[in-house]
């Protein structure tokens, strides 16, 4: 079973970049369609990004395309989220979520509900 542990998180101003990592330990890490999730504080969780299995494939929330990219790395069992021109607004706690698919299943999932499995989350918090 695959866990993964998440960083990068911090204290940024407005405009400035961060870069998230979700970091798996166990085996056939290429096995796991992933995504990211945010939950800002007093309000519910949301999507932010999905990549699929082989990493070919992305999907964004609407209103981050363009500042936001998604990718992973299996030879180096990490996914990671750029985030480019951060607002206040993007203050939350960020989260990895994972699920394991078929060898030649090239879905992508933009649901919460999809992933039965999570890391603790990483906070992320834009000062204006």
């Known amino acids: 079973q695959v866990q993964v542990v998440e960083s990068g998180g911090g204290l940024v101003q407005a405009g400035d970049s961060l870069t998230l990592s979700c970091e798996a330990s166990?085996?056939?890490?290429?096995?796991?369609?992933m995504a990211w999730f945010r939950q800002a504080q007093g309000k519910e969780r949301e999507f932010v990004a999905a990549?699929?299995?082989?990493?070919?494939?992305?999907r964004y929330a609407d209103s981050l395309k363009g500042r936001f990219t998604i990718s992973r790395d299996n030879s180096k069992n990490t996914m990671y989220l750029r985030m480019n021109d951060l607002k206040p607004e993007d203050t939350a706690v960020y989260y990895c979520?994972?699920?394991?698919?078929?060898?030649?299943?090239?879905?992508?999932?933009?649901?919460?509900?999809?992933?039965?499995?999570w890391g603790q989350g990483t906070q992320v918090t834009v000062s204006s």
């Open positions: 979520a994972y699920r394991m698919v078929s060898p030649f299943d090239d879905s992508i999932f933009v649901s919460d509900g999809n992933y039965p499995n």
């Open positions: 166990g085996r056939a890490f290429s096995n796991y369609a």
């Open positions: 990549i699929t299995r082989g990493g070919g494939r992305t």
